[in-house]
Each structure stands twice: as C-alpha cells, then as structure tokens.
C-alpha cells in the first residue's frame, strides 16, 4: 500500500491522539536544550540516553527553568501533521532535583580534572596569530570546515588548511577528535582548531567526555575550542588553550589580515613620503636662506675690501714722483745724492734738479738757513 505523506503523518497523529494512557503519564528527565521564545520555552527532556522535545507556556511554569535541573513534567503529546513533528505539550512542571544526574556527573568530572590541573591558565600555550599552517578537526560535511577556510582564504590566501575528518557526534565521536588531536601532534601545523557548529547538550557530549580533556592536553601544539555558539560550554572549551565563540571567529584569531597590514604599510609610506617632501622643502629653504646670507656677506665684505683699495689707492697716488711733479715739485740731488736739506750743500756745489719734464743742473750760489 501507498499513501502520501499527509495521510502518514494524520495516521501517525491519530493513534496518538487515540492512546488514552498517554494523556495521563508525567516524564522524569533532566532539562536540556532550554530556549527562551517570547511566550513560551522550548526544551527537551533527557534521562542520558534518550531525548523528548518539549513545549510549555510561560504562564504554566511555577519554578525557575534553567538547564541541568531534574524535574517532572505533565502534558499530553502531540504530532504536528504539517511539519512531521512530536512534541510534548507540558501543563504542568515540578522541580525534582535542583541538579539532575547528568548535571551532577558533569560537574563532578569537571571538579576532579580540574584538581589535577586540566584547566589551569599556567598550562596554556600561547596562540599565534599569523600562523600559515591550520590544523583543523571537524566533520568533512557541513557548513563549519567552508566557514573557515572563507575566512582564512580571505583574510590571507597564503595559509595552508589541513583538514582531520571526524565525527563530532554521537557514538564513538570522541575517539575520532582524540585521533586527531594525536594526528596533529605530529604534523606540521602552528595551531589546531578544534570545531563543529551549534547544537544540542547531547549533540556536543563527545566534547564533555574525560579522553577529549586528557587529549587536549597531550597535545602538543596550540588548540583552540570553536565548539557550538557563544552560549554552549564544554569541558574542552575550558582545556584548550584558547575559547571562541564561534568556527568563523576561530579563523580570524589564528590568521593577519593581509588587507589590512597593506593598507596600513600603504599609509606608513604615504606619512614617510609627506615627512620627507616636507623635510626636503625646509632643507632647500634653509640653503637658500644660508646661501642668500653668505651672499650678502660676500657683497658686504666686498664692498669694505673695494672702498680700502680706493683709499689706499688714493693714498699711493698721492705719494708718487709724478703727482708731486705735477705740484711744481721737483727731485733736488747733488753727485747722485738726495739733497734733502740745506746742511747737506755748501757753496759751488752742482745740483741736479728733475722735474716733470726734464733736469736742470745749476751750481749753488748763495745758501740761507731757516
């Protein structure tokens, strides 16, 4: 027989509707899963090896909801024929436990590997942020690995990203993420990634289990938790050497934009260049100022060196024979001697008198003194 999906799913919904006693059974579990709505929590019932999707009314709850607490539920179920979806209506909610048993073996395991050091900030290795060589452990299927290597690509091309396929799931998750963490403890990487997108407490168990803990610390490079959304914490969150929000922002705090390094060397330059042309301008000015003034100086030393050669000049050209033979002068010797006074001359003595136009020899006659 073949039916279409409609008359599947009302089918489905009406042996539902048709049980009577599951109008009267109220569920144990832990809550899980909690999202807050504008009227109304969704969250889902857990007893560590099942789930049940649930659904309440603000107005019907008398106790704080929070993740983790034991409680009992009452409602009645219901399928959603459009959608193809179970879910318990709850009208009534009971607290049980302030901490279910699986909160309880969380924090238990969480207490003790936190006393042996597991968690301590003096055991984290710093996280480069230009690495070049991406190790990451994550799901080959799934929007996580694209995430990252669009961001990665984009913000330097030149990375390399080395991929560890591995469930990040259910059954025997765990063992994979160790497998990898052991993987890239040998390999040639600057950091791992540790990563898988958002899901449910029970979707992100693997990352709660002891061997993850242990294997994160082992490793023997850099590791960085991307697991889930800023709202989910896990215990590898708290033993890996740096927590993210999200894969994407995983890639952004391994990796250098080169973009940006660009733009800022680009700007650097442009400030070197402007500096220099404005040194450079300065420097021709105070060389032309320089200059200019020893020019000045020049020309002013010139001028006093011209004005003592005319001085000087004038003063020689005063004291020649020829000025003074043009002052009616004359050159008065006797024998070849210079006659200079009349002390030196007696009577009859010749005298040879130059002047500017020729000598005279005469003899003296007469000398008077003064």
């Not at 603000?58 to 034991?70: A, Q, R």
């Not at 179970?86 to 006393?115: D, M, P, S």
């Not at 973009?259 to 402007?274: I, P």
């Amino acid at each position: 027989m073949i039916i279409s999906v409609s008359q599947f799913n009302n089918f489905v919904k009406g042996v539902l509707d048709s049980e009577s006693m599951l109008y009267n059974v109220s569920v144990k579990g832990e809550v899980v899963n909690l999202k807050d709505s504008y009227d109304c929590y969704y969250f889902s019932l857990s007893d560590g090896s099942a789930l049940l999707d649930c659904f309440i009314y603000k107005t019907s709850i008398k106790i704080p909801l929070t993740n983790g607490i034991e409680v009992i539920a009452s409602g009645n179920p219901n399928f959603y024929v459009a959608g193809g979806r179970f879910t318990y209506v709850v009208r009534k909610i009971e607290l049980v436990n302030a901490i279910g048993t699986q909160q309880l073996k969380l924090l238990a395991l969480k207490e003790r590997l936190e006393k042996e050091g597991c968690f301590d900030l003096a055991n984290k290795k710093p996280v480069p942020n230009n690495c070049t060589r991406i190790g990451v452990i994550s799901s080959v299927k799934g929007a996580v690995i694209t995430d990252i290597e669009q961001v990665v690509k984009r913000r330097n091309p030149n990375v390399d990203i080395y991929l560890y396929p591995a469930k990040v799931q259910g059954e025997g998750s765990w063992r994979e993420v160790v497998n990898g963490l052991e993987f890239f403890s040998n390999y040639d990487v600057d950091v791992v990634i540790v990563a898988r997108g958002g899901g449910s407490d029970e979707d992100l168990s693997c990352f709660n289990t002891e061997q993850v803990v242990r294997a994160v610390n082992r490793c023997t490079k850099p590791t960085v938790s991307a697991i889930g959304h800023g709202i989910n914490y896990t215990l590898c969150d708290y033993a890996c050497d740096l927590r993210v929000a999200t894969p994407s922002q995983s890639a952004e705090v391994v990796t250098i934009d080169v973009r940006e390094q660009k733009k800022t060397v680009v700007q650097l330059l442009r400030r070197m260049y402007a500096l220099s042309s404005a040194r450079i301008v300065n420097t021709k000015q105070e060389i032309m100022l320089r200059l200019y003034a020893m020019y000045n100086s020049c020309c002013t030393s010139q001028s006093r060196v011209t004005i003592k050669y005319n001085n000087l000049t004038a003063r020689l050209d005063n004291c020649s024979i020829l000025k003074q033979y043009h002052k009616g002068l004359g050159y008065i010797s006797s024998n070849g001697n210079k006659i200079t006074t009349v002390n030196q001359l007696s009577a009859g003595n010749t005298l040879d008198i130059d002047l500017i136009d020729g000598r005279v020899s005469t003899t003296v006659n007469l000398i008077t003194k003064r």
